[in-house]
């Protein structure tokens, strides 16, 4: 359930999700931590809507259920480095993230995924389905950022890949993705970038068949420029060449029936690369060879950047 505070952000009460409630010393137990540390009372409380990692190291992100159904603050944070014993804690209150660089929301969903990568801890948490959050955090567990979104990769140590949260309520979900700078905490949105030939011809195909009647009818949008664009299986990651890439499917539904029936999905290649703290970009209507994604940016990540390669 979402509501609106009166400040103006957005925030999230209702458990959505994640894993059933048992109590945090049966968690930690299983997973083989130590539960010393913790006090009697606490440990025979139920969590809920938690995420967990059982790598080394260990982590955990919960909320204590009070039997409400709904989430309450804090996000407690828990991670055990098996190879030292050292274990680290902490709660997670007032954490809100810009929706579409604009809007507050708060973070404090139901928690999907934990990681840990490169000395830095990535908490993926829940809003709706077209929304969520990636909070950061130090190894030490201090807050670094938060970001809205989800996370779709991370290359190295210097760069978290997103795809923002979009509205859900809407006739389309175009798709953008952001890549998150750790060292200079800065944000850039990377696609859907300008002069895209692509989605410019996809966009002719569909204007023809918009239908102003049907957009009123539906509360549509009905914006050519703007349609639903989705990932086509995962974001594929080069680490060592500081590339990535994905497939885009681009898709006429929201605009009527006419523009679904007479305008098929399309699939496009993006690869970007980074140099100098920008980021490249090629469009590839056609892979070279046949490759797939994951074949060109594991094998050759450079090739569609060399001059005339496409031709």
Not at 99 to 119: K, N, T, V
Not at 198 to 204: A, L, V, Y
Not at 250 to 259: R, Y
């Amino acid at each position: 359930m979402m509501v609106s505070g009166a400040a103006g952000f957005l925030f999230f009460t209702y458990a959505l999700g994640s894993l059933a409630a048992e109590t945090l010393q049966d968690t930690l137990q299983a997973a083989n931590v130590p539960t010393q540390a913790f006090a009697a009372s606490e440990l025979s409380r139920k969590i809920t809507s938690y995420a967990i990692s059982n790598d080394d190291p260990f982590l955990l992100a919960y909320y204590i259920d009070d039997g409400s159904g709904l989430i309450r603050p804090p996000l407690d944070v828990i991670r055990y480095d098996r190879a030292t014993g050292d274990l680290q804690r902490a709660g997670l209150r007032d954490i809100t993230a810009l929706f579409q660089r604009e809007i507050p929301m708060s973070c404090l969903g139901s928690a999907l995924s934990i990681r840990e990568y490169r000395d830095t801890i990535y908490i993926d948490t829940h809003a709706n389905p077209s929304a969520g959050c990636v909070i950061v955090l130090s190894s030490r567990l201090s807050f670094k950022a938060a970001l809205s979104g989800w996370l779709l990769g991370l290359l190295g140590a210097d760069y978290a890949i997103l795809r923002g949260s979009e509205v859900h309520f809407m006739s389309v979900h175009p798709m953008h993705i952001e890549v998150f700078d750790l060292k200079r905490n800065h944000l850039v949105e990377v696609y859907p970038f300008e002069n895209d030939a692509q989605r410019r011809q996809f966009s002719r195909l569909i204007q023809p068949h918009v239908s102003e009647k049907w957009c009123m009818e539906h509360n549509a949008q009905c914006d050519p420029e703007n349609f639903d664009t989705n990932l086509k299986g995962q974001l594929v990651v080069n680490e060592a060449a500081r590339v990535f890439g994905f497939e885009a499917k681009f898709d006429a539904a929201g605009f009527g029936d006419a523009a679904e029936k007479q305008v098929p999905p399309r699939t496009v290649a993006y690869i970007f690369r980074e140099r100098n703290g920008t980021w490249d970009h090629r469009e590839l209507e056609s892979l070279f060879g046949g490759m797939s994604v994951q074949e060109l940016i594991s094998q050759k990540p450079n090739l569609a950047f060399e001059p005339q390669s496409g031709k």
